[in-house]
């Protein structure tokens, strides 16, 4: 186990919905970063918020917005679905102190698998 | 953007045998990790590594950053191991973390 969690574990939706995933970092972690992989695309990275503050964008559609509280959990909102956003939605945390990268060592909650039907 | 090769793409051996699986990135970076993923999707961390080596029991791996490639050691191999491994770097600009396409292993009992 991680730490890191992921709500829901599963979502079944239609197209054109919206939907919203959850994730709670790891306890002390202000970094949280937001990846979708799918069978043709594989693991691609799509955000990262630190601290409330969006820090790095990846390859995240127009459709996709996510935020970080101030309680650092941090939401991923996908909206006017398509078949083709059908994947496992990953997030991960890292502790700011274990290295001076951007992305330091990150730990991945279980994910949230998207169906969009 | 950086490109992440991963070799092989698939290896199959028997349980007990060792094996070595390689990364190339195109790009220096300033991080290296090795994940596994397991049958259920579930994503471990089994090595943060932007450079030299490190070992977790039957796991160890060695980043050679000034060459580019990254190498992770498995030994006595378990049929817990099975599974894919993907290796995953940070870019220099701090803008983008890229996996590999991953290396799918099966161990036999």
């Known amino acids: 186990d991680s730490g890191v969690t992921q709500t829901p574990k599963h979502l079944i939706t239609a197209t054109g919905q919206r939907v919203t995933l959850r994730c709670s970092p790891r306890s002390g972690d202000l970094s949280v970063y937001w990846y979708q992989q799918s069978l043709d695309q594989g693991l691609q990275f799509l955000i990262q918020?630190?601290?409330?503050?969006?820090?790095a964008k990846g390859n995240i559609l127009e459709r996709f917005s996510a935020q970080q509280f101030p309680d650092l959990h941090s939401e991923l909102n996908l909206s006017s679905l398509e078949l083709g956003d059908s994947a496992l939605y990953f997030c991960a945390s890292s502790d700011p102190t274990s290295g001076g990268a951007i992305f330091n060592e990150q730990f991945f909650g279980p994910g949230t698998r998207l169906t969009v039907l | 953007g950086i490109q992440v090769e991963q070799s092989p793409p698939d290896l199959i051996l028997q349980e007990g045998a060792n094996s070595t699986l390689r990364c190339n990135f195109s790009d220096s970076v300033n991080n290296l990790q090795w994940f596994h993923q397991n049958p259920w999707g579930q994503l471990i961390n089994l090595f943060y590594i932007p450079s030299g080596t490190k070992q977790n029991g039957r796991l160890s791996a060695t980043t050679v950053a000034t060459e580019r490639y990254s190498l992770l050691y498995i030994s006595s191999s378990q049929t817990t191991d099975s599974g894919v491994y993907f290796c995953?770097?940070?870019?220099?600009?701090?803008?983008?973390?890229?996996f590999g396409p991953g290396t799918r292993l099966s161990v036999l009992p």
């Open positions: 995953a770097v940070g870019d220099n600009y701090g803008q983008n973390f890229v």
């Open positions: 918020y630190y601290n409330g503050e969006e820090r």
